[in-house]
């Protein structure tokens, strides 16, 4: 209001580019040459000599290059995505890790690859990536492969749906085609990488993912999982393979019933981690990992130098979250490894829009087909918490005329493969799935997850809701909320905060979501709040 602020003072821009409180260097150098030449031209006048071609060519040159001359400023200088490999500052590759919010923790780090050409990757395998209609490569893949093809253990934590397999694949089969091919002397010692992961479905497609690339390169992929019979996956390993890829518990059977040796695998990978632990796994995992060669094993002390000649163990470990389980596992099985953050750790994708509706139980089915109705064609994978459930919901859903079929674990490992190819191949528009399609399985173009049951805990929230906005695209999830669920309400209002979600008043308010479970409330109690002890 008041007229002394109508116009404030400015600091006068000084000449040249409007640089402020500072001077120009390329109008510096421009004067200087000007200078130069005047006091060439005043002594020539007085001497009475003329100016030679070479001196006027000199001269020219000089101009030309203060006008040339620029400082380094942040203004002028070039994006690192503009720059070649060499001319990259460590400034560049700072910018570079934060548009692509990587973080590494670990010693000797090396610098992550821009684009595929520049990942030393053997060209069999480059081919290999154009084929599979890889354009760019992923965050993860970006940091990960460098590490890989140093045969450094990783810990890699990245949301899911962000390309991992293709991560650790690549640098296992770099690896493999390194060593001896498969013949009738080492058949017999079981293959040279294992890769094991919770869930069959998730080691079918890790499986697909692999034979991708292993087909270039005469590379054997089986897959050993429950289900099927153990004697015929017994005798296909013992025909010779490089890669075994295996759900614990099938694993950790063939190799009691001697189906199975891994006296030379030296290349282990971990996927999904924190959901293999979470099912009861870790005494399967510690005794396949134990069943390895141990005299490979890294030295603890990272300075030592490494015998080019031997061969190492390398250990892969994909995550979405850090139990104090997996921390475990990692300190015993791994080392000096490097941590590879994509993201926030646990933290859904931003490609996800995310709708939470509280309701009472007996709502659930009525909103389920008007979200249903209104998403018309689109594919969408509906949550439960039991296989009870999921079979009633399906039932409901294939009486009002939608395409719908389940997956849960009461089927034979026959009729989950049926379900999950009949809905990625659109017959089926509605799949209506327990815990186990939650995790790692890839679907592609899932438009909408329904959480008709929330689940108990916020780590099976983020991969189910992860089941979405994969690969770059855009997704929506959708959560039924009940008072029942109130031992997750905590963990779910501060995720929906975190991602910029709206968090509805009911959960807001909800005395629940104020404090963690056996926790302490998120504000210090006020003079006339009543306090518990503990």
């Known amino acids: 209001m008041n007229v002394l602020y109508q116009n404030p003072h400015e600091a006068q821009l000084l000449f040249g580019r409007g640089f402020r409180a500072g001077m120009d260097r390329r109008e510096q150098k421009k004067l200087a040459a000007k200078n130069e030449k005047d006091m060439r031209d005043e002594f020539r006048k007085k001497e009475g000599v003329d100016e030679k071609p070479e001196e006027v060519a000199a001269q020219k040159l000089k101009e030309e290059a203060a006008d040339l001359y620029d400082t380094f400023d942040m203004r002028v200088d070039r994006h690192w995505s503009e720059k070649k490999l060499e001319e990259m500052t460590e400034r560049d590759w700072r910018i570079f890790r934060e548009d692509y ?9 090396p610098r992550p690859m821009r684009s595929w050409e520049e990942s030393k990757l053997t060209s069999e395998l480059l081919k290999s990536v154009e084929r599979a209609g890889y354009k760019k490569p992923s965050p993860i893949q970006m940091a990960a492969i460098p590490l890989g093809l140093q045969q450094r253990d990783v810990i890699g934590i990245a949301e899911t749906g962000s390309g991992k397999t293709c991560a650790f694949v690549l640098p296992m089969l770099t690896y493999i085609s390194r060593l001896p091919p498969m013949s009738e002397e080492n058949e017999a010692e079981g293959p040279y990488a294992v890769v094991m992961a919770p869930t069959r479905e998730l080691a079918q497609q890790i499986e697909d993912e692999t034979v991708k690339f292993a087909h270039y390169l005469g590379i054997k992929v089986v897959s050993i999982v429950g ?16 890669v075994v890829i295996a759900t614990p518990g099938r694993l950790i059977d063939c190799l009691e019933r001697r189906y199975a040796v891994l006296n030379q695998c030296n290349y282990v990978v971990l996927d999904e981690a924190d959901r293999m632990i979470d099912m009861g796994f870790e005494p399967q995992v510690m005794g396949v990992l134990d069943a390895m060669p141990s005299s490979n094993l890294k030295p603890e002390n990272e300075d030592e130098e490494l015998d080019e000649k031997k061969i190492y163990r390398t250990t892969y470990m994909f995550s979405a979250t850090m139990p104090p389980a997996v921390e475990r596992l990692a300190r015993k099985y791994l080392r000096n490894p490097v941590v590879v953050t994509i993201g926030t750790a646990g933290k859904a994708t931003d490609l996800i829009t995310q709708h939470v509706i509280m309701m009472k139980e007996s709502e659930k089915s009525y909103r389920l087909n008007r979200l249903l109705e209104e998403a018309g064609d689109k594919t ?25 079929t389940t997956l ?17 191949t659109k017959r089926y528009n509605v799949l209506v799935a327990t815990d186990v399609a939650g995790r790692g399985i890839d679907i592609p173009d899932v438009a909408h997850v329904i959480n008709y049951d929330m689940p108990g805990n916020i780590e099976m929230y983020t991969h189910r809701i992860g089941r979405t906005g994969r690969a770059g695209k855009t997704g929506v999830a959708t959560t039924f909320l009940t008072h029942g669920d109130s031992d997750v309400f905590y963990d779910l209002k501060q995720m929906l905060i975190q991602n910029n979600s709206p968090v509805p008043p009911e959960l807001a308010k909800h005395e629940a979501s104020k404090f963690k479970p056996g926790g302490i409330p998120d504000r210090p109690p006020r003079r006339n709040d009543t306090v518990f002890a503990h």
């Open 101 to 109: 919010n990587i973080s590494y923790k670990g010693s000797k780090i």
């Open 227 to 242: 289900g099927q019979s153990i004697e015929e996956q017994g005798f296909r390993i013992r025909q010779g393979c490089e």
């Open 380 to 404: 969408a994978i509906v949550f439960v918490n039991t296989k009870k459930n999921a079979d009633m919901v399906a039932k409901n859903l294939d009486k009002l005329g939608f395409r719908v």
């Open 408 to 424: 849960h674990g009461g089927k034979s490992q026959e009729q989950r493969e049926i379900s999950l190819e009949g809905f990625r």
